[in-house]
């Protein structure tokens, strides 16, 4: 059955926004297991503008089903997540001044610094995986460059305005995982995925986990983690 990792970077985002103590990501991490995510996942980035060094290493003690780590291809970060070891490490392009991560990762145009992020995650045990819009090229690069996974992102899929274009953005979902699976790839998606439009992505035959913030930590704030979490299992395989 198709995983649940629950993004709690939002939850960070309320702590900053304050410089307080609260709310505590760790703790939403607990109640969103409680709740049924089958992992967790938090982007540390360079600006610590959300996550910070102290709540990745306490998710590490916490979490004892998957912990996905995202982060840039950057010495520092990288560093860190070989210490820790989170059981998967996502590499993905970061931006300063982007309010969210915009796109994937160029594979292609950043082939050097992805090699070594790859070869170095791998070789402290952390399951590679990168951040890929749904193209053939990157992902085929991907896998030569020894990752083990890949996640597609879905933005252009959730910003659909019109049934022709999701239906288009979702063919190309369907396209890229068949790919992926052909080259021997875990297939992973997420970016934008709601509660209303995620039962399609959910459905596609091979897609192995599927990574939602937003959307569950925005319901959170009206019903709590652990309803939000249930009702996007719900929404995930509702026939």
Known sequence: MIRLGVNIDHVATLRQARRAQEPDPVAAAV?????????????????????????????????????????????????IACEIKPDEGTLVPERRQELTTEGGLDVVANESAVAAAVKRLTAAGIEASIFLDPDSRQIALARKLGTRAVEIQTARYSEART??????????????????????????????????NVQAVAQIAGVEELNIGHSIVARAVLVGMEQAVRDMKNAMHVK
């Open 31 to 79: 109640l969103a297991l409680l709740g049924g995510a089958d992992g967790i996942t938090v982007h540390l980035r360079e600006d610590r503008r959300h996550i910070q060094d102290r709540d990745v290493r306490l998710l590490r003690q916490v979490v004892t089903t998957r912990l996905n780590l995202e982060m840039a291809c950057a010495e520092e970060i990288i560093r």
């Open 163 to 196: 049934a022709a274009d999701r239906e288009r953005e979702l063919d190309a979902l369907k396209e890229s995982t068949a790919y992926g699976l052909e080259l021997g790839l875990h297939v992973h998606m997420g970016h934008g995925l709601n509660y209303t």
